[in-house]
DNA sequence: CGCGACGTTGATTTGCCTCAACGATTGTGG
DNA sequence: CCACAATCGTTGAGGCAAATCAACGTCGCG
């Protein structure tokens, strides 16, 4: 889900197209930028900061899907492509400056441009493939292994976002993390 | 993933277009329909019996992501849809009898018949809401929890496939369900 | 018939949770 | 800008859910 460009290559009027039709915005830090239930009516483009897309158990608890930290694409895929009511939240972890594209815009620049024909099935693509690895994963590895997973999949980001949050991705409780680091480094 | 048709009310001139383009099959109990690593090139009606799709982890452990029991149509569809190397693999836990689509008869279906993009969505967004449904469960909720998920989202499928795949579908292992299943009736 | 896979059951172990207490850090209102 | 409150991360004690191990009866199949 990275890059703005995803493995489509724009010649220099397809890319003023494109550019034209993103809007710069600012996301404060806890700020919700989609309600479970709404409709997600655009997608995101994230220059700076970080977003999460979560949703909140029966019991009020929230559980963190994935993450988006600089030049990754936030959504609910499902709910954006399909244009009905979403599963999941998308809430931002720190102060965040995205890109925003609505889906409006989004379907008349499939006609202009229609390379983002390509650049949307790859973002479904790789929306699908993070999905079956959490799957898998949560399936057949143990705490240690999935933390050590995290790292891998967000270099950097655990210095900047509480271990609570790192905590619900994985599927423990913050206690259980903390004695896990404790663990593996000192 | 239910249904030929599956929201998508043909007249008879598309109906015979779709017809022509299907192969009838039969899978032996067992046997390999797709293989992890390989492209999926075809997406299965499932007509009679009961197809899976699953993962196998480094320990050699096979875990279930779903079943495909008469009328669900059965795909990798993140491979099927971008014709890239499969996650998964697809076996058949019973006799079974299917109707094969394959990915070349189905591009020129798109065409003649452009009902068809609308199935596919519908097919992808299908995968999309299933795959969120066993994350936030695996994350949420109890063996016994997911257990009563499974006998909902499966009406009377545990009669007809063994414990060790109801188990790791939901999973645990089959010594754990066989205590759940005691303690739930008798 | 006999072998191997399956489901059950009990005993034991382990991974992770809950609860509670404590400093440290962050956020907020005056 | 400070004072206080709230949230956060850590640690220890204790508990529960689920795994592992092992033994045994049953069933399907060659």
Not at 73 to 78: G, K, N, R, T
Request: charged share 25%.
């Amino acid at each position: 889900m990275r890059n703005l460009a995803m493995h489509v290559s724009l010649d220099k009027d397809e890319a003023d197209h494109v550019q034209s039709a993103l809007q710069y915005k600012i996301i404060r830090k806890n700020s919700l930028v989609l309600k479970s239930g709404d409709i997600c009516r655009s997608i995101y483009f994230v220059n700076k900061g970080c977003l999460r897309i979560f949703n909140t158990d029966d019991k009020g608890d929230e559980h963190n899907i994935s993450f988006f930290p600089e030049f990754w694409w936030a959504a609910d895929i499902s709910s954006f492509s399909t244009q009905t009511p979403a599963f999941y939240a998308i809430s931002a972890l720190e102060h965040s400056e995205v890109f925003q594209l609505d889906y409006t815009v989004f379907e008349k620049l499939l006609v202009t441009v229609p390379k983002m024909e390509r650049f949307f099935r790859i973002l479904v693509q790789n929306g699908f493939h993070l999905y079956q690895l959490r799957i898998t994963s949560n399936l057949s590895k143990t705490a240690e292994e999935r933390y050590e997973e995290f790292q891998k999949q967000y270099p950097g980001l655990e210095q900047r976002i509480s271990q609570k949050h790192i905590a619900s991705y994985i599927g423990i409780t913050p206690v259980f993390l903390s004695k896990v680091r404790k663990k593996l480094f000192g």
